[in-house]
T-cell receptor, first 115, second 110 residues
Framework: KAGVTQTPRYLIKTRGQQVTLSCSPI?????VSWYQQTPGQGLQFLFE???????NKGNFPGRFSGRQFSNSRSEMNVSTLELGDSALYLC??????????????FGPGTRLTVL | LAKTTQPISMDSYEGQEVNITCSHN???????ITWYQQFPSQGPRFIIQGYKTKVTNEVASLFIPADRKSSTLSLPRVSLSDTAVYYC???????????FGTGTQLKVEL
């Protein structure tokens, strides 16, 4: 089974621009979560989508948004980019089983650099 | 979600057993304990998950005492490739919102 894929792998933008990152979950997985990782703040949860609906949201400003399509693929968008948005953005998918917390399968990430 | 505390770093040598302890004093009745491993510039990878007592899989063991206020990830006979950051997470099922702490940087040397 193919793993979680993220595109693009690397991206360079300038302040004020916007960016869209894409994530394709493992086949059959319905939950997609997004995380931001920076050296200073570590791994932080952005949001989770399930059945095309945002189910959980972290503490990020409204410039960060996302969506999920009917095939479970997800995109996240960051508008009005700031230098501090430079980070590794990770997508994770899971089955969304009942009971114990799901095993989340992470993609390789998109490295965003804001100049 | 319960807050976790782990050592910032640990050093070991190839072939040794490594035990990383995680404190979670406010763990709730429905919470599980999950460990992830992360290599540089890669996404975290699930290692093991448990609720109480002991869980073992092909790569690690997880020991959880009766009071569940701490847990220990045990890596038998580590190798250089086990050098990574290890995260302990505590939470219940339902929704996928992982809260990662600072993790433990494990360095394995020859």
């Amino acid at each position: 089974k193919a793993g979680v894929t993220q595109t693009p792998r690397y991206l360079i933008k300038t302040r004020g621009q916007q960016v869209t990152l894409s994530c394709s979950p493992i086949s059959g997985h319905r939950s997609v979560s997004w995380y931001q990782q920076t050296p200073g703040q570590g791994l932080q949860f952005l949001f989770e989508y399930f059945s095309e609906t945002q189910r959980n949201k972290g503490n990020f400003p409204g410039r960060f948004s996302g969506r999920q399509f009917s095939n479970s693929r997800s995109e996240m968008n960051v508008s009005t980019l700031e230098l501090g948005d430079s980070a590794l953005y990770l997508c994770a998918s899971s089955l969304d089983r009942q009971g114990p917390p799901d095993t989340q399968y992470f993609g390789p990430g998109t490295r965003l650099t804001v100049l | 979600l319960a807050k976790t505390t782990q050592p910032i770093s640990m050093d070991s040598y190839e072939g040794q057993e490594v035990n990383i302890t995680c404190s979670h004093n406010n763990i709730a009745t429905n919470d599980y304990i999950t460990w992830y491993q992360q290599f540089p510039s890669q996404g975290p990878r699930f290692i093991i998950q448990g609720y109480k007592t002991k869980v073992t899989n092909e790569v690690a063991s997880l020991f959880i005492p009766a009071d569940r206020k701490s847990s220990t990830l045990s890596l038998p006979r580590v190798s250089l490739s086990d050098t990574a950051v290890y995260y302990c997470l505590v939470g219940e099922g339902g929704g996928n919102k992982l809260t990662f702490g600072t993790g433990t940087q494990l360095k394995v040397e020859l």
